[in-house]
């Protein structure tokens, strides 16, 4: 069974590798991904503990969320501009 697993993820990472090499479109996709996912997960938690679990004050909250803001929006803005294309279109309705 763990040879199974083994091999599996060998092959996965293969493919995966081959087609960050080959296929321009996966890369862009990678690397936008790479860059906005850590944030969305950030943005989630914080909402989920300012929301759920800490029941903040809206000025708790605005802290939070303007701490979230100066953490990514440069690096993201520079992704989105990098990429360009549909990315700027995403990142202005996401807006």
């Known amino acids: 069974m763990t040879k199974a697993i083994g091999s599996v993820a060998v092959v996965g990472g293969a493919s995966f590798y081959y ?6 479109g996966f890369a862009r996709s990678m690397y936008f991904y790479v860059n906005a996912v ?3 997960v950030h943005y989630r938690a914080v909402q989920r503990y300012v929301e759920d679990i800490g029941h903040l004050g809206p000025d708790e909250a ?3 969320y ?3 803001h ?3 929006a440069t690096p993201l803005y520079g992704t989105v501009l990098t990429l360009r294309g549909f990315y700027i279109k995403l990142a ?3 807006s």
């Open 19 to 24: 087609l960050l090499q080959t296929d321009p």
């Open 38 to 40: 850590p944030a969305y």
């Open 62 to 64: 605005d802290a939070w």
């Open 66 to 68: 303007n701490y979230l």
């Open 70 to 72: 100066d953490k990514y």
């Open 92 to 94: 202005q309705i996401a």
